[in-house]
């Protein structure tokens, strides 16, 4: 028998008690033996709701009981998460955790903790929701170096784009659609501007480099500008318009960024679509592999915990390595990395079509006081230097 | 320091000690310990090749060696591999393989004396070569009652089908290419006829309900009878033709098939084109999770069977449990599974349009002596009750 104590009863806690609760035949099964959960920590009470009777308000209870072997972090935020756990691990308790803001602050520090304590720090759900991913990456995968890794991997985003797309309709309304279904809080930024995306591609870069990535370091560009128009002339080039985590390392040069970008059916992701996330690496022997699935929600997240509950229960004193120090990575300039570019430009102003080297050149009956280009692969700083004052471009978007 | 012989110096063999030798660091980092090849066996010789020094022809030196910790099996085909593996399991040793006839005919009877040796017996290559399946469906995934497996399992026809839709070409023009590529064999029998997806979905089905499922039991049907005009007429239809293993299990109703089958664009399997294999899989928790990649190959596949030796060489004597009993699965009939029928008729011949409940009736200007319809859902029985004598049918292809 493998007691649990479950940090925060929202989404992810009441997801992960029910799942135990619901699968826990086939937990005991996979586990090789029982999983009780025997607290829930949570500041509010919850009258009435069968977890009442293992709900505590004191942290301390839960990680100076002896009979706690797995903590579940599934609370958010960095504070008092990173305490938490920091604490659980130096006091000999396995960990594991949905919380890609913690992962992707604190990972290395406690990913060396757990070695140091011969328990386990585990974060499957912090990436990708329900997708196995982490796992893949740290064991089936761990013969390929990889070269590339790029996700849509924020489901709010990917819900707002895919509406804009289906529906011709304005970011502002998709929006407000998200918030209305339950997909974006009520303050959307740390989806729509880009930070769960990043710290998310920041986690996967770490571990596929084995190194630390702060996600503050990286370009971070949201899809608060995209608007209809931009979507109309996506739409008009055969391609749609995906937030993108990506990193990639071409001969030792590191970049990592996450941006809107205009990409066409080829692309393994473009048929990623509503909520779902869709992660692509690439290797130097695997050539290219694709996960996709469920990049959140309660059930496929709670799911994703639960794994690493079971693969906890099987290695309660014993680590299961993980290579990630604490070492920078060290990226690349941005302006040394390629990409090509789609820019709207007042009708009247030539320079822009005749400063570029062009790939496409649109004009749309809707549109007739602007034109729009694809210009052919360049460096960022080419590009920035070539398009000097942007006074007359109404729109910026990367194009893969 | 952990010693491995290799079984079969073919394409994965020679591609097994390629990447243990080149990707040595990474391998000894993950594995926790150096990876060392001492045998090779084959029955010929390789004169002037460096495995030269270490070549064997009697297995019996290899597996009586107390310094050989895993046997890497990829010679293929089921006799002498099974009594191999077998005898190496009761001796005490580790077993990977990449054989997927090994492992659909025998693979629970292997788990289970693996078990009882406190040794492993993994197969992560059998399926979709280097894609990472097998470990994903028995561990990150190990909560989630699945329901579902559909997959593109076999990287030749995929290929043949794909040039087939492509170029337009017939399906012997189409099989020449693929052998001059080396994607097809002289006898291309177990490719194009079923048999080699037909041993992979039987092995994931197995796993899925972790009983056994005797592939032969399965209905196998393959991609010779697919023609120019049957692909004409998906094309027209917004669909394409793929090969598909499927299984699922409606209220405990199991049934798995090989069938081509004609799908559009909504299917997460439709962009999965050349030679690569996608896999899809739906649970209770999880929903729709896809898998996509390099189904075959040399680097691919061996890099799969090395992420077995390295989690081999990090459990030499504790078993890694894999639930899978040899009671057999027992299988729906046949005529209770639902189907919607792509069916090509002579013109002259109303009776099947005016029989059938219908989705969509064609007539192609290419082939005015013939039209087709596609059925709404019904069972198989209930269609081959009304087909009656085929005589004047030119086709039929399920539709999904």
């Avoid at 639960?306 to 941005?334: C, M």
């Avoid at 709207?344 to 006081?369: A, G, H, M, S």
């Amino acid at each position: 028998m493998v007691k649990v104590a479950v940090l925060g009863y929202g989404t992810i806690g009441s997801g992960v008690v029910e799942v135990l609760n619901t699968s826990r035949d086939i937990v005991t099964r996979n586990a090789g033996t029982e999983v009780e959960v025997k607290y829930v920590l949570d500041l509010r009470d919850f009258p009435g709701d069968p977890v009442e009777k293992i709900l505590v308000h004191d942290y301390a209870r839960i990680v100076n009981d002896p009979e706690v072997d797995i903590i579940v972090e599934v609370m958010g935020g960095t504070h008092p998460a990173y305490e938490f756990v920091k604490d659980a691990l130096l006091k000999g308790k396995n960990v594991c955790t949905s919380n890609k803001a913690l992962v992707a602050e604190f990972g290395p520090e406690l990913v060396k903790i757990a070695k140091e304590k011969s328990v386990n720090f585990l974060f499957e759900a912090s990436v990708g929701g329900g997708i196995p991913i982490i796992r893949p990456i740290l064991r089936s995968l761990n013969v390929d170096t990889f070269y590339e890794i790029t996700g849509i991997l924020n489901g709010t985003t990917n819900y707002i784009l895919t509406k804009m797309y289906d529906e011709g309709g304005s970011f502002e309304e998709a929006l407000k659609e998200a918030q209305a279904l339950g997909y974006a809080e009520a303050d959307p930024s740390a989806d729509v501007d880009g930070f769960d995306a990043a710290r998310k591609i920041a986690i996967l870069s770490g571990l596929m480099y084995g190194k630390n990535l702060d996600f503050e370091q990286l370009s971070i560009e949201g899809i608060r500008h995209i608007s209809k128009i931009d979507m109309d002339y996506a739409k008009f080039l055969g391609k749609k318009i995906k937030l993108l985590g990506i990193t990639y390392n071409i001969n030792g040069e590191i970049y990592t960024e996450v941006a809107p970008h205009m990409i066409g059916p080829e692309n393994k992701l473009y048929n990623v679509d509503d909520v779902k996330n869709g992660i692509e690496l690439k290797g130097n022997l695997l050539g290219d592999t694709m996960f996709y699935g469920a990049g959140a929600g309660k059930l496929p997240t709670a799911s994703a915990v639960v794994s690493d509950i079971i693969d906890e229960a099987k290695h309660l004193h014993t680590n299961i390595p993980i290579l990630w120090s604490d070492e920078p990575v060290i990226l690349a300039e941005r302006g040394r990395h390629k990409s090509k570019f789609f820019i709207r430009v007042d009708r009247n102003y030539d320079e822009i079509k005749n400063k570029f080297d062009l790939e496409q050149l649109v004009t749309l009956p809707d549109y007739q006081d602007e034109y729009a280009v694809v210009t052919a692969e360049m460096t960022f700083a080419e590009f920035y230097e070539k398009i000097g004052n942007k006074e007359h471009v109404r729109s910026i978007v990367q194009v893969k």
